[in-house]
């Protein structure tokens, strides 16, 4: 399988932090995810999902169905103050416990490049410990994901991500941190 470099942009500015503090990083190596990969079961104390979303207004995914997007108003619990102070956009914050994410903007379209669309996705932790990610395409049975969890970050706080996506579709992203699952909706296009 051929080894994919792509650049992974700093999330500080959607995530309304300086550059300096964030530590940003130009280039990293993704980790592979297929859409047919399967992971062991474990029991997770913590686990968020989307609700139903808004089917009547959802993103057209193939085939003419829409697309449940996730959104923040979709979430469980509030994000806590450390997690609300990174952002003047209160509303896009997603999880539960000890990891957040920022929502992609459903009008968001990701970067279109000969291996698919790019994504970059950023992500709040505030407990010690390697951030888990992974992609599985929901509306089909076909397409993969490469994922980017790039090293050199603080063992808590904001840890930028990327996912490239072989094609366009609905999407489920998974991010695991510790015995927390947090799972959202993505239309790509």
């Known amino acids: 399988m051929r080894s994919t470099r792509h650049p992974l942009v700093c999330l500080s500015v959607v995530l309304g932090i300086g550059a300096g503090a964030a530590g940003c990083s130009a280039q990293a190596r993704p980790n592979t995810a297929t859409s047919n990969t399967t992971t062991p ?18 993103t057209p ?4 169905k829409p697309c449940a997007v996730t959104r923040g108003s979709d ?12 952002s003047p956009d209160h509303g896009q ?15 968001y379209r990701p970067e279109r490049v000969p291996e698919g669309y790019g994504m970059k996705i950023g992500w709040w932790r505030l ?6 990610l992974s992609a599985t395409r929901i509306d089909e049975d076909k397409g993969s994901a490469t994922v980017d969890v790039p090293s050199g970050y603080a063992p808590t706080g904001l840890q930028p991500t990327g996912v490239l996506f072989s094609q366009a579709g609905c999407w489920r992203v998974t991010g695991s941190l510790g015995y927390t699952k947090v799972r959202f909706v993505v239309a790509v296009r």
């Open 93 to 107: 914050w997603f999880g539960d416990g000890d990891l957040w994410v920022s929502l992609p903007d459903p009008a």
């Open 75 to 86: 979430r469980r619990s509030r994000p806590p103050s450390e997690v609300l102070r990174q």
């Open 41 to 58: 079961s474990t029991t997770t104390p913590s686990t968020t999902t989307p609700g139903a979303g808004t089917p009547g207004a959802g």
């Open 127 to 132: 407990a010690e410990g390697r951030l888990k």
């Open 61 to 64: 995914g193939t085939k003419g």
